[in-house]
């Protein structure tokens, strides 16, 4: 093999090296986002139970005010 091509060789898997390391940042930086948004979405699950529990309990009143009249 000829020195320039083992130049571009090495150039080549420099280039790879970046491309991975750039990669496993990016995985990550995403793993870490999933994960936020998940705590986020179940929160926003509970919140939403919360909330139709309250309303369910207010329409259960409102039709016990509404036979009492």
């Known amino acids: 093999m000829e020195l320039s091509e083992l130049?571009?060789?090495?150039?080549?898997?420099?280039?790879?090296?970046?491309?991975?390391?750039?990669?496993?940042?990016?995985?990550?930086?995403?793993?870490?986002?999933?994960?936020s948004l998940l705590s986020e979405r179940d929160s926003l699950l509970e919140k939403t139970a919360l909330a139709r529990t309250r309303i369910e309990a207010m329409i259960a009143r409102l039709k016990t005010m509404e036979s009492n009249i």
């Not at 970046?18 to 990016?26: D, G, K, P, S």
């Open 7 to 35: 130049q571009t060789l090495e150039t080549k898997i420099d280039v790879l090296i970046h491309t991975c390391e750039q990669l496993a940042v990016e995985n990550r930086a995403l793993r870490e986002s999933q994960s």
